[in-house]
């Protein structure tokens, strides 16, 4: 098969793919930036140039590209039309890991629903994976030798690349922050949206080359308004971060599928009103221009004048004369995904006869597939006005005769001081609209050339990477804020659902979220205004209520029904009384400091049999990516090895195996129960700490102990106690994380004929110094591997020996898989 046959048979388009896809796709060099104009395929690009270049082509071709794409979009709306045409593409190709089902709407294949296995599924496959707000798919870092789209917002990917994963347990944010910098090709999509995410993709870039990775790992910035000094930062280097240049589209220029987009003619119209917040004459601008049967977007800045709109567009539809016939959908970012979804789809169906009038916000700006006959806009910024137009006649389906047409709605006065025309600044307007004055037509080949350049706030750097390795929170309990390295300081959101609690709060029993019950919202006056906020807090495992100084991004937070703020019709609004609550029967588990449901198992196993599970599992693990490119130092694989043969030594420990349920089979050295464990004696115990330091004592090499004390992300660069633990008798005597100076730890069975002797263990790595018996300080130890080998070749160690042990933690014996069958 060669391109043009794989490319006609993922999308079903019989003219084949344009020749830039197809140079893409075959030649040896892959590009870093993409410009192409709006409609051209990016997206099929990125995507299906990835897959060919995975599976079809050379192998030494083959071998360079990485297991993961990951694909990061400006805004969620995005997020999951993309991930649908990725299943939809890979199920016709036949390579679609998981189970889809689908149903034609009228005038495309409609997916309806998609899930992943959980790893049982054809290992060949590839697997499609969603990470954005709401819905965050858990087990995709299983299987990091398998290859994998992860398609997500920019707020969650980053955000785990940055270790610091929004909507994601604390204890994982390493695993993750491993694999999104080690072997990944990153796509950054309608790059002009992403604001200070931009710098940060450019930096991260740079950081991996200027730290090393333990797989390579690439990106490519698109854009249909493509400049490449936006990719200009302080440590960024074009030459090495972005060494492959798009080549010209010289050739796509004779393909009339391509020049019929590239010339599709499109009226441009100054309104004759400006914006304001009632909507009046913006709904009765689309009732003038709308046509019956055609699809109108009306394309607005802000939520709150997208709501005042369609609900102005609701009245004339009630009007017994001369009324709206027209369907009105309303789309915007603050919508439970149920709702948004509903919108969406009703969006994107072939309009009826009366046709369909669309309120849209920025999410329709980019990566939405859709055309309409007539666009009305308000004036927004240059590369945001042009993704806009790309949204009109976007197939060049309206002719000269039938012809499409843009009406944007000006600003009363950008020269008003007092004006903060949200989110934009009156400078990037007034530039928007002198290249309108002059405007008669915004077909892609009638665009002005611009070079407006993108101003950063915050710009991640060096120190700001390495600080944020370690997952230790202040001494206050707070975490280094990452926000400002990926959304400007106007953007910042937080995930929102309902439940119905009595005032005084809920209870400990409390399931966590749903993804359909969770919606974004962003921090302000109305939502401030609700005044009781609960979070999860792991530590004291219960909800903790919080006021509004303590909301931050990212942060999952509970409201009583009875504090509302959400309607179904218009989204948040802050203003409804009462939000009714959507189904929760299968929330999650909610994780605590004691609880890793990654590690749950259903059958009994000796810390030794556990123990070579593990072993099993990471030599298989490693055995996998053998045919990589990279391959793991000698020395580097023997500690690793080493820390999976003691990772679990600290299960001796008495307050482990009194944990264990009296239910339990003939006495041993449990490392794994089939029952639920009992709570331990001592608050905060951490059985890894008591591996670690029976490590030290045994002179194990520092990367070894490092990887057996991180493996459930617990313990990391620092050793401290915790404000609840429970103290020892003597005050004098050290703790921390349930440990106390002089805990004897019994000779221990680690499998493979290794035993770990009696031992007593101190905490004197804890102090800060060299000690004269111990040698280096904990923190010291770490800091200086930290250092030698890079965050994020020691995160992604640190992630092998945790997958190992979470299959390990799966594994059920043949006898009771017959037995279950």
Partial sequence: MNFRDFFKKATDIEEGPFLYQEKMATEKDFPSMLEVPTGMGKTATAILCWIWRRRYNKPEIRIKTPRRLVYCLPMRVLVEQTRDCAVTWLNNLGLLGGVAKFEDNGNRKRLISYEPCSG????????????????????????????????????????????????????????????????????????????????????????????????????????????????????????????????????????????????????????????????????????????????????????????????????????????????????????????????????????????????????????????????????????????????????????????ATIIWIPYADLDDKKLKPDPYTADELRTAAARLKDLTDAGPQNLPAAHDTLPFTHVLRRK????????????????????????????????????????????????????????????????????????????????????????????????????????????????????????????????????????????????????????????????????????????????????????????????????????????ALWGKSALKMKPYDRKGFRHELASALAMLSQGLPDLSVYLAAAHHGRVRLSIRSLPHETRPPHISQRFARGIWEEDILPETDLGGGIKSPKKSLTLSYMELGDDPQTGPSWLARMLKLRDSLGPFRLAFLETLLRIADWRASAYIPQAEQEGDK
Wanted: net charge negative; charged share 30%.
């Fill in 120 to 403: 049982d599924d054809d290992p060949d496959m590839i697997r499609v994976h969603l990470l954005m707000g709401g819905e965050v798919d858990q087990d995709w870092d299983m299987y990091p030798e398998r290859d994998a789209i992860l398609i997500g917002t920019q707020d969650m990917l980053l955000s785990r690349a940055l270790n610091r994963g929004y909507a994601l347990s604390r204890f994982r944010w390493p695993v993750q922050f491993g694999l999104l910098n080690n072997d990944c090709l990153w796509v950054m999509d309608e790059i002009q949206l992403m604001g200070n995410g931009l710098a940060t993709t450019t930096q991260l870039q740079a950081f991996r080359r200027l730290f090393n990775t333990q797989l390579p790992t690439r990106s490519l910035w698109m854009s249909a308004t493509m400049h490449e000094d936006w990719l200009k930062t302080v440590d960024f280097d074009a030459e090495l971060d972005a060494q492959n240049k798009q080549k010209p589209l010289d050739d796509d220029y004779n393909n009339q599928v391509f020049m019929d987009r590239y010339r599709a003619r499109k009226k441009v119209i100054k309104a004759d009103f400006e914006i304001n917040d009632d909507g009046k004459q913006a709904a009765l601008c689309a009732q003038k221009y709308h046509e019956s049967g055609t699809r109108t977007l009306l394309v607005v800045n802000t939520v709150k004048r997208a709501q005042a709109i369609y609900r102005e567009l609701q009245k004339l539809k009630t009007k017994k004369q001369d009324g709206l016939k027209a369907e009105i959908v309303l789309l915007h970012s603050r919508f439970r995904p149920h709702d948004r979804n509903d919108n969406l789809y009703r969006l994107l169906a072939q309009p009826n006869e009366q046709g369909c009038i669309a309120v849209c916000t920025q999410v329709i700006e980019a990566g939405v597939d859709i055309s309409a006959k007539t666009l009305i806009t308000e004036l927004a910024p240059w590369s945001s006005l042009v993704q806009r137009f790309g949204r009109c006649n976007r197939y060049g389906e309206y002719d000269e005769e039938d012809r």
């Fill in 464 to 667: 700001d990477l390495i600080e944020l390795f370690d997952t230790t929170p202040d001494l206050a309990g707070a975490d280094i804020d990452v926000s400002r390295f990926i959304r400007e300081a106007d953007e910042y959101d937080v995930q929102v659902f309902w439940r119905d609690i009595p005032e005084t709060g809920p209870s400990p029993d409390e399931k966590g979220p749903t993804r359909d019950e969770l919606c974004s919202v962003p921090i302000s006056k109305e939502l401030k205004d609700k005044k009781n906020f609960w979070r999860w807090d792991h530590l004291e495992k219960c909800w903790l209520k919080i006021n509004a100084g303590a909301l931050y991004p990212g942060l999952v937070i509970m409201l009583g029904t009875s504090q509302g703020g959400y309607s179904q019709d218009v989204g948040w609004t802050g203003k409804e009384k009462v939000t009714p609550p959507v189904s929760h029967a299968f929330a999650p588990e909610l994780e605590s400091n004691d609880t890793d449901p990654q590690t749950y198992t259903n059958t009994w196993q000796t810390i030794a049999e556990h123990t070579d599970l593990v072993m099993q599992n990471l030599t298989e693990l490693l055995r996998s990516m053998d045919g990589y490119s990279a391959i793991l130092h000698e020395q580097v694989r023997a500690a690793l090895i080493e820390a999976a043969r003691w990772h679990d030594a600290g299960k001796a420990h008495e307050q482990f195996q009194r944990a264990i349920p009296e239910d339990a089979p003939e006495k």
